[in-house]
């Protein structure tokens, strides 16, 4: 198989595209020929080595494809079904393994690049919306980087339960975009948290912000008393240490830094979160923005365009 591999932690020019024995599924694993595979900040960290693993490393575990091959003791997946996984391992490859019980089955009629463009996000949006802090009818929300593929979703599934949504943006091509997916109110990044207090009065009762170092104290500064803040990324680089006392200050604030594993433990929860997020795509309620496809040889570009920030929606690497 093809694959692109990652010998020494750095920038993008440590993605090698090279060939690699093909896997072969083990216990409890099953294997896919990839159809399409999410790039996602995750895999930035992974190759930076902020988020070390032990090299070489294939990078990647967001995929969609169809099962060829299945372990001894895996029962309830066959070859020929067509599945999604965020777990993948090694995504970034013509064939992929993945842990039989983080697969999920796509629904009739949703295309395998539409379900990598949005099954790791659009778990990541789900139980930031639905569970971390549960959004309810008349609440206030900013969503950072509305216009991103994250922001896009966080944004529909806000509205979808009934919330006022503020999101910030760099550029009036993305402020039409965050719009579209559903944005009340769309500003810029300077002097953001006294734009939210004169739109909301007193401020939001939840921020969803996977920017990090940058908008990190803004973040907090733009919440009312007893608001949430949500730091589910760093794209911007990780956040300093700080006192806690802060949070008292802002009034009795809360700060939580979740993550998808914690939110998708059993394959019961797994499942419920799929079948939402991948039955909305399927049905339209839900729209997935794919900004770009790359050949997977093209590795580099993707992650020079993501992390220079010069895209809107999802990057896909195909085969």
Same mark, same amino acid.
């Given at each position: 198989m093809r694959a692109i591999v990652v010998s020494a932690y750095g920038d993008s020019s440590?993605?090698?595209?090279?060939?690699?024995? $093909? /896997? =072969?599924? %083990?216990?409890?694993? =099953?294997? @896919?020929?990839?159809?399409?595979?999410?790039?996602?900040? @995750? $895999?930035?960290?992974?190759?930076?080595?902020?988020? /070390? !693993?032990?090299?070489? !490393? =294939?990078? %990647?575990?967001e995929a969609a494809g169809t099962v060829t091959a299945v372990g001894p003791d895996v029962t309830d997946v066959v070859p020929g079904d067509r599945v999604a996984s965020a777990s993948a391992i090694g995504a970034y490859a013509t064939k992929a393994l993945i842990p039989a019980d983080r697969v999920v089955r796509l629904p009739d009629g949703l295309s395998p690049d539409l379900a990598a463009a949005v099954l790791l996000q659009g778990l990541t949006a789900h139980y930031l919306t639905h569970s971390t802090y549960a959004v309810r009818t008349g609440d206030d929300v900013l969503v950072h980087a509305a216009a991103g593929g994250m922001g896009l979703l966080l944004v529909q599934m806000a509205k979808l339960r009934g919330a006022r949504v503020i999101g910030t943006v760099s550029s009036p091509e993305k402020e039409k975009l965050a719009r579209q997916a559903g944005a009340d109110e769309v500003i810029g990044y300077e002097g953001f948290p006294e734009a939210v207090k004169e739109i909301t009065g007193s401020g939001v009762h939840v921020v969803y912000d996977g920017v990090g170092a940058a908008t990190f104290e803004g973040s907090l500064a733009s919440l009312r008393p007893r608001g949430m803040m949500a730091l589910y990324g760093a794209a911007s680089g990780p956040v300093p240490p700080f006192d806690p006392q802060r949070l008292n200050a802002g009034g009795s604030l809360f700060l939580t830094r979740p993550t998808l594993g914690h939110y998708t433990a059993t394959r019961e929860e797994l499942l419920s979160r799929a079948d939402d997020v991948l039955g909305w795509v399927a049905s339209g309620a839900l729209k997935v923005r794919v900004s770009e496809r790359y050949p997977l040889a093209e590795a580099r570009r993707a992650h020079d365009d993501l992390e220079g920030r010069r895209t809107t929606g999802k990057l896909l690497l195909v085969p």
């Open positions: 440590v993605l090698e595209y090279a060939e690699r024995p $093909d /896997p =072969v599924p %083990g216990p409890g694993q =099953v294997l @896919i020929e990839v159809a399409a595979t999410g790039v996602n900040f @995750i $895999d930035v960290y992974h190759r930076e080595g902020r988020y /070390p !693993l032990p090299l070489p !490393l =294939v990078p %990647g575990s």
